[in-house]
Structure formats: C-alpha cells, structure tokens
C-alpha cells in the first residue's frame, strides 16, 4: 500500500483473492486518498469488512481517479455499506462499483446503485 502512495504509473491493481484483512483494506484506502493514477482497483474475495469499507468510504471522498472498485465476497456490512453510498453521492470519477456476495441488505445495496447512478446523470 504505501508504494501506492507514490506511484505514478500504475492504473490498475489486482488483489482478488489475497485474503486481504480491513487492516490491509485501511492501508489501502489510506492510499488512495493520495494517489493521482489508479483508475481500476480489484479486492474482490477477500476478508475486508465494516472497517476496511468505511476507511475506503473516506478515501473516495477524496480520490479523484478510481473509476471501479472490486469489492464483491468480502465481510462488509450495511453500517460500512451506507457510509460508501454516501461517498459515492459526492465523488464523480467512479463509475462502477461491484458488491455483491457482501453482507449488505437490499436496501443498501439500492442506495450504492441510485448515489452511482446519480453521479451520471
């Protein structure tokens, strides 16, 4: 993650499938808030939860080039679940975001979808 922070060539990361912990879902978000060029960012099947969600809620408040974001068969929640729809209302750069296998109810789910529909529209 740190290298993260200063690169300036990397657009896409793929993580799927590291059993990635919300410590390493923190770090990671921690990245993002400074880094200028990933626009794809994949942790699909992982084991990021409500922590590692909400610390990456805050990184989207900030970023300004990641378009898509893996985050399908991990742990997160609908308390983590609402806090990135919240994020997602304010940042206009992403464009898709993937879910599902979470532990997040429908209704959050609907509000992911309708904050990145509102961004395009």
Same mark, same amino acid.
């Given at each position: 993650?740190?290298?993260?922070?200063t690169? $300036?060539?990397?657009k896409?990361?793929?993580?799927d499938?590291?059993?990635?912990s919300?410590?390493?879902?923190?770090?990671?978000?921690?990245?993002l808030?400074v880094?200028?060029?990933?626009?794809?960012?994949?942790?699909?099947?992982?084991?990021?939860?409500d922590?590692?969600?909400?610390a990456?809620?805050?990184?989207?408040?900030?970023?300004?080039t990641?378009?898509?974001?893996?985050?399908?068969?991990?742990?997160?929640?609908?308390?983590a679940?609402?806090?990135?729809?919240e994020?997602l209302k304010s940042?206009k750069?992403?464009? $898709?975001?993937?879910?599902?296998?979470?532990?997040?109810?429908?209704?959050?789910?609907?509000?992911?979808?309708?904050?990145?529909?509102?961004?395009f $529209?």
């Amino acid at each position: 993650a740190e290298a993260l922070k200063t690169n $300036t060539t990397l657009k896409s990361l793929s993580l799927d499938n590291n059993q990635l912990s919300d410590e390493a879902g923190k770090a990671l978000a921690e990245a993002l808030k400074v880094n200028k060029t990933l626009e794809v960012l994949n942790l699909r099947q992982n084991q990021l939860g409500d922590e590692a969600g909400k610390a990456l809620a805050e990184a989207l408040r900030i970023n300004e080039t990641l378009g898509c974001l893996f985050l399908e068969y991990n742990q997160i929640g609908d308390e983590a679940g609402k806090e990135l729809a919240e994020a997602l209302k304010s940042n206009k750069k992403i464009h $898709t975001i993937y879910v599902y296998g979470n532990k997040l109810s429908k209704e959050v789910e609907e509000a992911l979808l309708q904050a990145v529909r509102k961004t395009f $529209t």
